[in-house]
């Protein structure tokens, strides 16, 4: 019986004539990222089981910077992106550090972790 009413209610209906968009073909797409293949992303790398911050030389009168881990040329915008994020997150974490010591100076007692009353801080 419900096959008989959705046909019924099928019958009743106009198609609006819209046109849709085709779907996406599958060509490649524009841009790809590429996955880091291990070895340096100019940032650090691994080696020997630990992590290993990258430098960068500075040639004089060159326009190009050069990476300390794998010797490759990069781009100088690259390079100063890389060093201000590396500053803004040393700076983020300076005024949480600075925040924190502030809320710990303006405290005089605290909860005993043994006995759970409230004592005095000690401030050698």
Request: net charge positive; charged share 35%.
């Amino acid at each position: 019986m419900a096959k008989e009413e959705d046909a019924g209610l099928r019958a009743n209906v106009t198609p609006i004539p819209i046109k849709f968009k085709a779907p996406p073909c599958d060509d490649a797409p524009m841009l790809k990222v590429v996955s880091w293949d291990g070895k340096c992303n100019h940032r650090y790398a691994m080696r020997d089981d630990r992590m290993v911050h990258a430098s960068y030389q500075i040639r004089e009168g060159e326009t190009e910077v050069e990476c300390s881990l794998c010797q490759t040329r990069l781009d100088p915008m690259f390079v100063l992106r890389a060093l201000a994020t590396e500053e803004m997150q040393w700076h983020r974490s300076r005024a949480r550090y600075i925040d924190e010591m502030k809320r710990l100076k303006e405290r005089s007692r605290t909860k005993c972790l043994h006995c759970g009353q409230m004592t005095e801080i000690s401030r050698r």
